[in-house]
């Protein structure tokens, strides 16, 4: 009964390579969010999406397409990985868009070799 | 933009004693305030929030108290446990989009 799941947990690649992250929640909400974690444990938004449409794209390279099938599914592909990209990745969801506490997943450890 | 900055970036206590950390926010027009817990390995979980109406808000241990003409907001924990260690994140708001503190990594001895 996880509300906000992410699959992989763990994601070790190459340089290069394009890879995809999953992201569904069961809690009915109509927004979903991606954050970026990095080595020093700072969280920051990188895309918000409110019944399908995006709404924040926050200065992420156009490497990082965001994807939302349905209002409960906010799927995350990265093409041309690069070192920087080494991080947690973190999925969650809200009710509303303004305002309104989020739910996170437990995040999607992403390694580049 | 929003700039939140949060200290301590660490904290001990001896486990019963009280922790405290401090949050400062530069938009004036930020009104939603959350507190999360991160513990390793997990997501950030939310414990705690207050809206610029309100000055203090308690739950059982965790208090949060908000300071709107400072710009400050603070999370008190009192009679510590030793799974209260964890690194916890204030985050500020005035429409769609969290900004992020820094960050505490608060460690309680038993």
């Known amino acids: 009964d996880t509300a906000v799941s992410q699959t992989p947990k763990y994601l070790v690649t190459q340089m290069g390579n394009d890879k995809s992250i999953k992201c569904e929640q069961n809690?009915?909400?109509?927004?979903m969010y991606w954050y970026k974690q990095d080595s020093k444990k700072f969280l920051k938004i990188m895309f918000s999406?409110?019944?399908?449409?995006?709404?924040i794209n926050e200065t992420v390279p156009n490497r990082f397409s965001p994807k939302s099938p349905d209002k409960a599914h906010l799927n995350l592909h990265i093409n041309s990985l690069e070192l920087g990209d080494s991080a947690v990745y973190f999925c969650?969801?809200?009710?509303?868009?303004?305002?309104?506490?989020?739910?996170f997943g437990d995040g999607t450890r992403l390694s580049i070799l | 933009g929003e700039n939140v900055e949060q200290h301590p970036s660490t904290l001990s206590v001896q486990e019963g004693d009280s922790a405290v950390i401090k949050c400062t926010y530069s938009d004036s027009a930020s009104n939603y305030f959350p507190w999360y817990k991160q513990e390793l390995g997990k997501g950030p979980q939310l414990i705690i929030d207050i809206r610029s109406n309100v000055g203090e808000k308690k739950d059982q241990r965790i208090a949060v108290t908000l300071n709107k003409t400072a710009k400050h907001f603070s999370l008190h924990i009192t009679e510590t446990q030793p799974e209260d260690s964890a690194v916890y994140f204030c985050a500020a708001s005035k429409t769609d989009k969290l900004i992020f503190g820094t960050g505490t990594r608060l460690q309680v001895f038993p």
């Open positions: 999406y409110n019944n399908k449409e995006l709404i």
């Open positions: 969650a969801s809200s009710q509303e868009m303004d305002n309104q506490p989020q739910h």
């Open positions: 809690l009915g909400h109509d927004t």
